[in-house]
């Protein structure tokens, strides 16, 4: 069984740094695109960003795009979420995933077969 745990959330002011991580257990990280998903309050869930199997190819939300960059090392396991110039409209719970099926990962989160239990970040103004 695969298992996700996210974590490096917290409290920011607007225009700090963030570096979300998540370690990946029950399998090998090179087997897996992922992705990085975030809930506001009152808000559905809505994609961020992906990376596919290899760590070649990465796709980003417009509204992240630039300030954001998601990462993985397969020889850890994990993948990671660098997010600069924070601003308080990125406020969220974060959740990483992972999908076993599609190498180059998916917008769409019912595609991902596997999550992890969300990490919080809060920017304030």
């Known amino acids: 069984q695969v298992l996700l745990v996210d974590s490096g959330g917290g409290l920011a002011q607007a225009g700090d740094s963030l570096r979300l991580s998540c370690a990946i257990s029950g399998g090998e990280s090179s087997s897996y695109a992922m992705g990085w998903f975030r809930q506001a309050p009152r808000k559905e869930r809505e994609f961020v960003a992906r990376i596919s199997r290899n760590g070649r190819f990465t796709d980003y939300a417009d509204s992240v795009k630039g300030r954001f960059t998601i990462s993985k090392d397969n020889t850890k396991n994990a993948q990671y979420l660098q997010m600069n110039n924070l601003k308080p409209e990125d406020t969220a719970v974060y959740y990483c995933?992972?999908?076993?099926?599609?190498?180059?990962?998916?917008?769409?989160?019912?595609?991902?077969?596997?999550w992890g239990q969300g990490t919080r970040v809060t920017v304030s103004s």
């Open positions: 995933s992972a999908i076993g099926r599609a190498p180059y990962g998916s917008r769409a989160q019912s595609d991902y077969d596997y």
